[in-house]
T-cell receptor, first 112, second 112 residues
Framework: DAGITQSPRHKVTETGTPVTLRCHQT?????MYWYRQDPGHGLRLIHY???????DKGEVSDGYSVSRSKTEDFLLTLESATSSQTSVYFC???????????FGDGTRLSIL | DQQVKQNSPSLSVQEGRISILNCDYT??????FLWYKKYPAEGPTFLIS?????DKNEDGRFTVFLNKSAKHLSLHIVPSQPGDSAVYFC???????????FGQGTRLTINP
């Protein structure tokens, strides 16, 4: 299994609070991704990173920001959480851009 | 605008028979396709992929077929086993790019 750790695994918070999710990898892969999974939508790309300090937007980036200061860590931040951001969030990694991505086990985030 | 569609939310198959999961796409630029399998409370696991230069790729019990003219791909599992019960996602991308687009998923149940 790819060495990907997501933290926390579960979080409940209130509308308007900031939330940061962490993805940590031990594979030294260049590419890292954040997805959200919602019923009826499959997985949708939020942001991705192609190197330290290099990030780009995905399909559903509004309301989210990311940072990657080290190869192994990719942070996803909800500056002011809304109920529509209640979802399961998955981090993924890949060695090169067109290779299969490998996923962490997800963070279940509930915003009340 | 769903570029990748899995029109069957669920599928039930008897153990030992063939399972066929289907996926349609609309973006003719897609040239790399993948299937992922997901168990509850885990991240998606890569199963098999196919490039648009091929029309078939096999890996053990899993075969993916690609019909470019119909913009359709399918995953065949033969023979189906109880451990195959999971949600299956198809995904597509432009090769060399980083953005995977996922279908909504199909829940496969293998009955003894």
């Amino acid at each position: 299994d790819a060495g990907i750790t997501q933290s926390p695994r579960h979080k409940v918070t209130e509308t308007g609070t900031p939330v940061t999710l962490r993805c940590h990898q031990t594979e030294n892969h260049r590419y890292m991704y954040w997805y959200r999974q919602d019923p009826g939508h499959g997985l949708r790309l939020i942001h991705y990173s192609y190197g330290v300090k290099d990030t780009d937007k995905g399909e559903v980036s509004d309301g989210y920001s990311v940072s990657r200061s080290k190869t192994e860590d990719f942070l996803l931040t909800l500056e002011s959480a809304t109920s529509s951001q209640t979802s399961v969030y998955f981090c993924a990694i890949s060695a090169v851009g067109d290779q299969p991505q490998h996923f962490g086990d997800g963070t279940r985030l509930s915003i009340l | 605008d769903q570029q990748v569609k899995q029109n069957s939310p669920s599928l039930s198959v008897q153990e030992g028979r063939i399972s066929i999961l289907n996926c349609d796409y609309t973006n003719s630029m897609f040239d790399y396709f993948l299937w992922y399998k997901k168990y509850p409370a885990e991240g998606p696991t890569f199963l098999i992929s196919i490039s648009s230069i091929k029309d078939k790729n096999e890996d053990g019990r899993f075969t993916v077929f690609l019909n470019k003219s119909a913009k359709h791909l399918s995953l065949h599992i033969v023979p189906s086993q109880p451990g195959d019960s999971a949600v299956y996602f198809c995904a597509a991308s432009v090769q060399g790019a980083q953005k995977l687009v996922f279908g909504q998923g199909t829940r496969l149940t293998i009955n003894p």
